[in-house]
């Protein structure tokens, strides 16, 4: 019948999915560096690149990521990605308003985000100038309403924007 195909079927792509996730965390195991993927719908900073560590805004907070890493997605909030090549050296730093983190079993993470900058892209002034006027309309709008709700989206990146850059509010 019907009722038995269907539970035969999802037997079956529960332990095909469990064994391919078995197969990729064996692939994984002893992994030095992670894989990574950094890009927006207009550019790559990143495609399949090996780094030690990555700094992710998540929106439930920032974290790392290292080889072997536990498979995890994040949405991520306005913020700084810190992309350390080798350990001790500088990191490089892009700023992204928001987007996608996904890190995989076999130490692949990727980060899909709306948009990338590099911080030397801002000026600190234009920022700050940009944070107060978003804030000052934001102050004028109806709570609830869309222009309200993109207004503090706005806000909420501008003001990300001036933390990364050091720009007191």
Do not use: W
């Not at 999915?17 to 078995?22: D, E, H, K």
């Not at 991520?76 to 990605?81: A, D, E, R």
């Not at 130490?107 to 600190?124: M, N």
């Amino acid at each position: 019948t019907l009722r038995v195909a269907a539970r035969a079927g999802a037997r079956r792509a529960f332990h095909g999915s469990a064994r391919r996730l078995a197969a990729a965390e064996e692939a994984a195991a002893g992994a030095t560096q992670v894989i990574l993927n950094l890009s927006s719908p207009t550019k790559a900073m990143f495609n399949g690149v090996g780094v030690d560590l990555v700094n992710i805004p998540g929106m439930t907070g920032e974290y790392g990521v290292a080889a072997d890493h536990a498979p995890t997605i994040s949405e991520l909030k306005p913020g700084v990605v810190q992309v350390y090549k080798t350990e001790g050296a500088e990191p490089e730093t892009f700023f992204v308003p928001g987007g996608i983190a996904a890190t995989h079993p076999d130490s692949r993470t990727d980060i899909a985000a709306a948009d990338i900058a590099t911080l030397d892209e801002f000026d600190q002034s234009t920022a700050q100038q940009l944070y107060n006027e978003s804030k000052r309309k934001l102050e004028t709008l109806t709570e609830g309403t869309e222009e309200h709700a993109v207004a503090q989206i706005e806000t909420d990146v501008y003001e990300a924007i001036c933390t990364a850059l050091g720009v007191s509010l």
